[in-house]
């Protein structure tokens, strides 16, 4: 390619046009009957259909080497050829022939030519004209093109459907209509799934980080709650996760002054009872957690055999995967050395409040 590049100089002139040169053995024909001279060498490195095309006639002796290239204006195909030797062109024709170049680089398979021209289409997607690259997308295998102008046509339906274009495919081609009205429904629908994932991720992350702050508090201590083995005010200022962990030590403090209690009906005991039981299910530390009741509750799951109900290991499964992710983005908090650590944890009682 490197040595074809430097004939353009001589096949150009200031305005682009193509001038016969010495070396042109081909003629590329056109829809206005133009004969645009080219160099074999040039098209068939650029482009593999043009060269099985110009290999055709040699194999059959003819000496009359043209190539019609007919349905686009003749100006295209100049900036065509044009960029098979500079494999340049201007936005200026860009915004002139863009539709007419993704043709041509999808028929004459020119890779470069065409997310040229994928790019530069998408950049002038207008409500004007966005049926007709729309269904050209379409047929030159350009999902992202298609799909730019899919959401640009679904949220602008009511000025398109006033275009010419609209017209026409709703008489033309009453299918890629239906493709596109189907493509809106779904989008719809994606976005309300979407919406509620997005939802269901925020729960599980906010859980995931509750019981990042649980062991956060039971091991290093935080502003106001720590481990009673712990020397108090160690860390005074607030952690990276100081809403949560606010939250959590507000809680622990309720857990373990409150009268009612769980099986009081306190709603607020209920949740850090939940809490602690969520901890044990993920917890990784066999023997020595210093998080109250996670050894309490292990032994229990053990003891029933059973285990937990499918929703309850659904919700373990959402917060592990949701901790992993978490972890993945954020730096991970250091862990102390792990302190000789009291075996049991009679509930509350481990804590300095
Ligand atoms: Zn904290
Ligand atoms: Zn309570
Ligand atoms: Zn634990």
């Known amino acids: 390619m490197k040595e074809t590049l430097a004939v353009i100089g001589d096949v150009q002139t200031a305005e682009g046009e193509m001038q016969p040169t010495e070396a042109a053995d081909v003629h590329i024909i ?14 068939a490195s650029a482009s593999p259909v043009l060269e099985s095309i110009i290999d055709r006639p040699r194999k059959h002796r003819s000496s009359d080497k043209s190539i019609p290239i007919l349905g686009v204006p003749c100006d295209a195909v100049s900036v065509f050829v044009q ?28 890779p470069q030519l065409k997310q040229r021209c994928i790019k530069g289409l998408a950049e002038r997607v ?14 030159c295998d350009a999902p992202d093109l298609y799909l730019r102008c899919v959401k640009l046509l679904s949220s602008n ?24 009205l189907q493509f809106m429904d779904e989008a719809e629908l994606r976005k309300k799934r979407n919406r509620k994932h997005r939802e ?4 599980y992350l906010q859980l995931s980080e509750a019981m990042d702050c649980l ?23 607030p952690c990276s996760k100081f809403s949560t962990c606010q939250g959590l030590q507000l809680l622990i403090k309720h857990f373990a002054t409150c009268k ?16 602690l039981r969520l901890h044990s299910s993920i917890c990784e530390q066999p023997d020595e957690c210093k998080v109250p009741l996670c050894r309490q509750f292990k032994l229990k799951v053990q003891q029933e055999k059973k285990g937990a109900d499918a929703r309850w290991k659904l919700l373990v499964r959402k917060v592990i995967s949701a901790k992993a992710l978490s972890s993945l983005t954020l730096p991970k908090r250091k862990r102390e050395e792990e302190p000789i650590m009291n ?11």
């Open 260 to 275: 009612r209690r769980v099986n009081g009906g306190c709603l607020r005991c209920k949740r850090m009872w939940q809490l």
């Open 215 to 237: 062991e956060h508090i039971c091991t290093e201590g935080c502003t106001s709650v720590g481990p009673c083995d712990m020397v108090p005010g160690k860390n005074k200022g």
């Open 343 to 353: 075996p049991s944890h009679p509930g509350m009682r481990t804590f300095r409040l």
């Open 83 to 110: 960029f098979l030797y500079s494999s340049k062109c201007s936005e200026e024709q860009m915004e002139k022939y863009g539709i007419h170049l993704l043709a041509l680089s999808h028929v004459y398979l020119v």
């Open 30 to 43: 056109t829809s206005g009957g133009v004969r645009i001279p080219a160099d074999f060498s040039v098209l």
């Open 126 to 139: 207008t409500v004007e004209n966005v049926v007709d690259v729309l269904q050209l997308a379409r047929l």
């Open 157 to 180: 339906l009511k000025a398109v459907e006033q275009t010419e274009g609209w017209k026409f495919l709703q008489n033309h081609d009453p299918w890629l209509e239906l493709d596109i």
């Open 200 to 203: 269901e991720q925020s729960l």
